[in-house]
């Protein structure tokens, strides 16, 4: 993982946004250029693809689920299109000679640059069927399109030896039209977002790059930035727009550093000066980036597997079904993931270091960070409520008992201590209580742990054991797997009544169950023909309409459901 530091330096992109603003942007750092996702500080940054050869020219679905952008391996360059959870990309040219494409509004169509005919050129291809159509014809080289929020127009950068311009087209084809008429090269033009504006680059006094913005026919150009009044070497250039259209961002590029700068463009038009907040100094890195509101989670499921080698891997897929993704790829035995309450990040158990440890990473697998280094076994972590805390079991104290890590501090505290086997600890939704699995009576079953009070209640009292409890999302039920009746089975406590019923009849053994974020659901493993295979089911919570929901041919188990953040 990168420094945050080092990544705000290959920005290109405004911090002056809304909070959850979402920034994804290219960066050399480590070499090739990837792709990085930050928040609206530039923090928190992860990456979101690491594909061998350059990945540049991001640009955000109109939905947010995606990424496009510009993929360079071998000498050829291709435009490509990509889950902002990670996974194979998708390639919609093969021309070898795409380069940096845009969406249009309805996310169906994206506009973008190639020379497989010979001079840069623009073409529209249809998402749906891949139809491709040619947009511009003439002899001129025309790049850097941006699609208009209205969809209707495609404003792009257009360059000959008669003229250097801003240019518009319909987006359905149509004769060009020339909005810019000044001295010098004009580029990299902008849609603001409510397509009142475009901001673009150019070069009024000489080699020197300023910015400016006109009206969506050209009319009232303005320049924004005079940077070349402050040192004759200085270049501004790639305006991005911040979602709400307050401020731009740009980079400065003086001499060998490359500057990253916000402007706030309130009062800007009544000054001849440049106003403006420097954001970080780097050397010379080349990038690309786009904005986007955070958009709602996605509702996925995350789940160990042992399809991808002997070892417990974690995995993610939607939970609708579709492209599974591997989250970790140690060789290491990675297990019981849950998804944060905000659905940014996926806390785990992981060997990868030898010993049994707690891990963080992001939705998407990056960012990985170790949350424990003891000696002893730190297994089994579950959320607070309010994400702020993670219960686990844990031998650090001798015994395996349960323990509270408090996030913000780093803090340990134990909760219990009976020199007996206490673990799988879950959380209930009000924060009050913890049910977790123990032995201290000879048998293993389930207890609730009152935290205010420190006060024990053990649940179950059957043969056989009792174990792995998951409470429901409104925290009535507690669902938790018995062995009983002779097999591996479900069952529901009911808060309210105080009964204990088994939730199916399925003739198979049935485990590692969890909840949908509805309560709607249940998501289990299931036993049929053999021992190596545990697919995963769904159920309503009374067992019926069971089915089939994914299995690998392998091991799949201790699935999480939850709305995993777009970013």
């Given at each position: 993982?990168?420094?945050?530091?080092?990544l705000?330096?290959?920005?290109?992109a405004?911090?002056?946004?809304?909070?959850?603003?979402?920034?994804?942007?290219?960066?050399?750092?480590?070499?090739?250029?990837?792709?990085?996702?930050?928040?609206?500080?530039?923090?928190?940054?992860?990456?979101?693809?690491?594909l061998?050869?350059?990945?540049?020219?991001?640009?955000?679905?109109?939905?947010?689920?995606?990424?496009?952008?510009?993929?360079?391996?071998?000498?050829?360059?291709?435009?490509?299109?990509?889950?902002?959870?990670?996974?194979?990309?998708?390639?919609?040219?093969n021309?070898?000679?795409?380069?940096?494409?845009?969406?249009?509004?309805?996310?169906?169509?994206?506009?973008?640059?190639?020379?497989?005919?010979?001079?840069?050129?623009?073409?529209?291809?249809?998402?749906?069927?891949?139809?491709?159509?040619?947009?511009?014809h003439?002899?001129?080289?025309?790049?850097?399109?941006?699609?208009?929020?209205?969809?209707?127009?495609?404003?792009?950068?257009?360059?000959?030896?008669?003229?250097?311009?801003?240019?518009?087209?319909?987006?359905?084809?149509g004769?060009?039209?020339?909005?810019?008429?000044?001295?010098?090269?004009?580029?990299?033009?902008?849609?603001?977002?409510?397509?009142?504006?475009?901001?673009?680059?150019?070069?009024?006094?000489?080699?020197s790059?300023?910015?400016?913005?006109?009206?969506?026919?050209?009319?009232?150009?303005?320049?924004?930035?005079?940077?070349?009044?402050?040192?004759?070497?200085?270049?501004?250039?790639?305006?991005?727009?911040?979602?709400?259209?307050?401020?731009?961002?740009?980079?400065?590029?003086?001499?060998?550093?490359?500057?990253?700068?916000?402007l706030?463009?309130?009062?800007?038009?009544?000054?001849?000066?440049?106003?403006?907040?420097?954001?970080?100094?780097?050397?010379?890195?080349?990038?690309?980036?786009?904005?986007?509101?955070?958009?709602?989670?996605?509702?996925?499921?995350?789940?160990a597997?042992?399809?991808?080698?002997?070892?417990?891997?974690?995995?993610?897929?939607?939970?609708?079904?579709?492209e599974?993704?591997?989250l970790?790829?140690?060789?290491?035995?990675?297990?019981?993931?849950?998804?944060?309450?905000?659905g940014?990040?996926i806390?785990?158990?992981?060997?990868?270091?030898?010993?049994?440890?707690?891990?963080?990473?992001?939705?998407?697998?990056?960012?990985?960070?170790a949350?424990?280094?003891?000696?002893?076994?730190?297994?089994?972590?579950?959320?607070?409520?309010?994400g702020?805390?993670?219960?686990?079991?844990?031998?650090?104290?001798?015994?395996?008992?349960l323990?509270?890590?408090?996030?913000?501090?780093?803090?340990?505290?134990?909760?219990?201590?009976?020199?007996?086997?206490?673990?799988?600890?879950?959380?209930?939704?009000?924060?009050?209580?913890?049910?977790?699995?123990?032995?201290?009576?000879?048998?293993?079953?389930?207890?609730?742990?009152?935290?205010?009070?420190?006060?024990?209640r053990?649940?179950?009292?059957?043969?056989?054991?009792?174990?792995?409890?998951?409470w429901?999302?409104?925290?009535?039920?507690?669902?938790f797997?018995?062995?009983?009746?002779?097999?591996?089975?479900?069952?529901?406590?009911?808060?309210?009544?105080?009964?204990?019923?088994?939730?199916?009849?399925?003739?198979?053994?049935?485990?590692?169950?969890?909840?949908?974020?509805?309560?709607?659901?249940i998501l289990?493993?299931?036993?049929?023909?053999?021992?190596?295979?545990?697919?995963?089911?769904?159920?309503?919570?009374?067992?019926?309409?069971?089915?089939?929901?994914?299995?690998?041919?392998?091991r799949?188990?201790?699935?999480?459901?939850?709305?995993?953040?777009?970013?």
């Open positions: 993982m990168i420094s945050s530091t080092a705000v330096l290959a920005l290109a405004t911090l002056q946004t809304a909070p959850s603003g979402i920034l994804v942007f290219c960066s050399n750092e480590d070499g090739d250029f990837d792709l990085f996702l930050s928040d609206a500080e530039g923090r928190d940054a992860r990456r979101v693809a690491n061998p050869g350059d990945e540049t020219w991001p640009r955000w679905s109109p939905d947010g689920s995606q990424i496009l952008f510009c993929w360079e391996k071998d000498g050829a360059s291709n435009l490509a299109v990509m889950s902002v959870f990670g996974g194979e990309p998708r390639l919609l040219t021309d070898g000679a795409t380069a940096e494409g845009a969406w249009a509004p309805d996310g169906e169509r994206v506009v973008y640059r190639s020379s497989r005919d010979g001079n840069d050129v623009l073409y529209v291809q249809d998402l749906v069927d891949d139809s491709v159509t040619r947009l511009t003439g002899e001129a080289s025309d790049w850097g399109p941006d699609w208009s929020p209205d969809g209707e127009w495609i404003v792009y950068s257009t360059a000959s030896e008669q003229l250097e311009a801003i240019a518009m087209v319909s987006a359905d084809g004769e060009p039209v020339i909005l810019t008429e000044m001295s010098g090269e004009e580029s990299t033009p902008r849609w603001s977002p409510d397509g009142s504006q475009i901001a673009f680059s150019a070069h009024p006094d000489g080699p790059c300023e910015l400016f913005v006109m009206g969506p026919r050209g009319e009232d150009p303005r320049r924004l930035t005079f940077d070349s009044q402050v040192d004759r070497h200085a270049s501004s250039f790639s305006p991005t727009w911040a979602p709400d259209g307050q401020s731009l961002s740009y980079t400065l590029m003086n001499g060998s550093a490359l500057d990253v700068y916000r706030d463009l309130k009062g800007a038009f009544e000054r001849e000066e440049n106003v403006r907040a420097p954001i970080a100094q780097s050397p010379s890195v080349e990038s690309r980036s786009d904005w986007i509101e955070a958009l709602p989670g996605e509702e996925r499921i995350v789940f597997t042992k399809s991808f080698n002997s070892k417990a891997e974690i995995a993610s897929i939607p939970a609708g079904g579709g599974v993704i591997r970790t790829t140690t060789r290491a035995n990675n297990r019981r993931p849950k998804i944060s309450p905000d940014r990040w806390a785990f158990e992981s060997d990868r270091s030898g010993n049994a440890d707690l891990f963080l990473m992001r939705a998407n697998g990056t960012c990985v960070e949350l424990t280094e003891h000696p002893g076994v730190d297994l089994g972590p579950t959320w607070s409520p309010q702020d805390r993670l219960a686990f079991s844990s031998t650090r104290g001798g015994s395996a008992d323990w509270v890590l408090d996030l913000s501090d780093r803090e340990f505290q134990q909760i219990t201590k009976h020199g007996d086997a206490e673990w799988r600890p879950d959380w209930s939704p009000d924060g009050r209580t913890l049910a977790f699995q123990s032995d201290r009576d000879g048998n293993e079953e389930v207890y609730l742990l009152n935290l205010d009070s420190r006060e024990e053990r649940l179950t009292e059957a043969e056989g054991r009792d174990g792995w409890p998951t429901s999302p409104d925290g009535t039920k507690l669902l797997f018995s062995e009983r009746d002779g097999i591996s089975a479900l069952y529901v406590w009911d808060r309210a009544t105080g009964k204990q019923e088994r939730v199916s009849s399925l003739d198979s053994s049935s485990f590692f169950a969890s909840w949908s974020p509805t309560g709607e659901q289990f493993s299931r036993v049929i023909d053999s021992h190596s295979d545990w697919p995963l089911w769904m159920a309503k919570p009374d067992g019926s309409s069971a089915r089939l929901f994914f299995s690998s041919g392998a799949d188990f201790q699935a999480d459901w939850g709305g995993l953040s777009s970013w």
